[in-house]
């Protein structure tokens, strides 16, 4: 079966420091990779997917990045953290073609002071 | 314009009360619509797909207009355990999946 693996699970960090967030998936091949983010009382806000190792789309141009250096792992980066980076991230995966489940990690809580 | 659209809520309403929620999206050429629930800090779990002749799943019903791009989902006789964020989730090209804002739900006994 399919497990998506995302860690830490809490995170703290002073502004200015560098962030790199996990995700691996395990149990299928070529997914869709997805990495997400909520702020306190807000919906989810899509940040970065990836159709393949190395194609990275991004929805919102600011501090952050994202790799795919294998099929099934995700990594999302900042070299310099924001106040405004603090929130909920969250991984996902979907079965390629065009499936209509996205399957979640459990989550990372960052906090930036 | 935000690609999806949601009322925030919250409402609250009565334990077996009928509740519904509306979104909307923009992308005329979306190809499949979702809707998901969440707990306080939790990851998403799908509720139910919403196809385009409307599906019902025990309580809990789904419905699309692709003229007016419109979903809703009506929860009736409402449980204490309904209590949750319900996301409309939109994909609208072959891999990007969007999110609305979420619709908080109450309910009291």
């Known amino acids: 079966s399919q497990t998506i693996h995302q860690w830490p699970a809490t995170l703290v960090q002073p502004v200015g420091s560098p962030l790199s967030l996990e995700c691996t998936v395990e149990?299928?091949?070529?997914?869709?990779l997805y990495w997400y983010r909520q702020a306190a009382g807000r919906g989810l806000q899509l940040l970065f997917y990836s159709v393949g190792i190395g194609q990275i789309s991004s929805e919102v141009p600011q501090n952050l990045s994202a790799s795919r250096p294998q099929d099934r792992q995700f990594i999302l980066s900042s070299k310099k953290l924001l106040l405004s980076d603090s929130g909920f991230y969250l991984c996902?995966?979907?079965?390629?073609?065009?499936?209509?489940?996205?399957?979640f990690g459990s989550g990372t809580q960052l906090s930036v002071l | 314009r935000k690609e999806v659209e949601q009322d925030p809520g919250p409402f609250n309403v009565p334990e077996g009360a009928t509740v519904a929620f509306n979104c909307t999206y923009s992308n005329s050429a979306s190809q499949s619509f979702f809707w998901y629930r969440q707990d306080c800090r939790k990851e998403p779990k799908l509720l139910m797909s919403?196809?385009?002749s409307g599906n019902e799943d025990g309580r809990f019903t789904a419905q699309l207009n692709r003229a007016s791009q419109y979903i809703s989902l009506l929860i009736r006789d409402s449980k204490l355990s309904d209590s949750a964020t319900y996301l409309c989730?939109?994909?609208?090209?072959?891999?990007?999946?969007?999110f609305g804002s979420g619709t908080r739900l109450s309910i009291r006994p």
């Open positions: 989730v939109v994909r609208s090209s072959a891999s990007k999946i969007i």
């Open positions: 919403v196809y385009s």
């Open positions: 149990g299928t091949s070529n997914p869709n």
């Open positions: 996902a995966w979907s079965a390629r073609p065009a499936n209509e489940k996205l399957f």
